[in-house]
Nanobody
Framework: QVTLVESGGGLVQTGGSLRLSCAAS????????MSWFRQRPGKERENVAA????????YYADSVKGRFTISRDNAKNTVTLQMNSLKPEDTAVYFC????????????????????WGQGTQVTVSS
């Protein structure tokens, strides 16, 4: 069992930055593949970034590449999403998700790839 709690959302102007954090508890975090998803109003949930268990591999959706950075601290059981150059279309509820036990090299971007989810944090980018 993995419990995930996101924080760091809020309201920011276009071009601004936000840093989202996801705190994990319940099992050895270093063996868990992690992702950030978002759900924009009226849209399906989509993956924006993922990171393997060691942090050596990161993956990004084309829409955020070059602007968002995912990282993890296994000693603190946290995964972070640094979001820069934010745009109004980044407005969404952001979720972190976990898949324990996966150590492959693929970019897992589908919601059904993941076993555990946080409750989400709202990010609003004003124009």
């Amino acid at each position: 069992q993995v419990t995930l709690v996101e924080s760091g959302g809020g309201l920011v102007q276009t071009g601004g930055s936000l840093r989202l954090s996801c705190a994990a508890s319940g099992r050895t975090f270093s063996g868990v593949y992690m992702s950030w998803f978002r759900q924009r109003p009226g849209k399906e949930r989509e993956n924006v970034a993922a990171i393997n268990w060691s942090g050596s591999n990161t993956y990004y959706a084309d829409s955020v590449k070059g602007r968002f950075t995912i990282s993890r601290d296994n000693a603190k059981n946290t995964v972070t999403l640094q979001m820069n150059s934010l745009k109004p279309e980044d407005t969404a509820v952001y979720f972190c998700a976990a898949k324990p036990g996966y150590n492959g090299g693929s970019y897992l971007r589908r919601t059904y790839d993941y076993d555990y989810w946080g409750q989400g944090t709202q990010v609003t980018v004003s124009s």
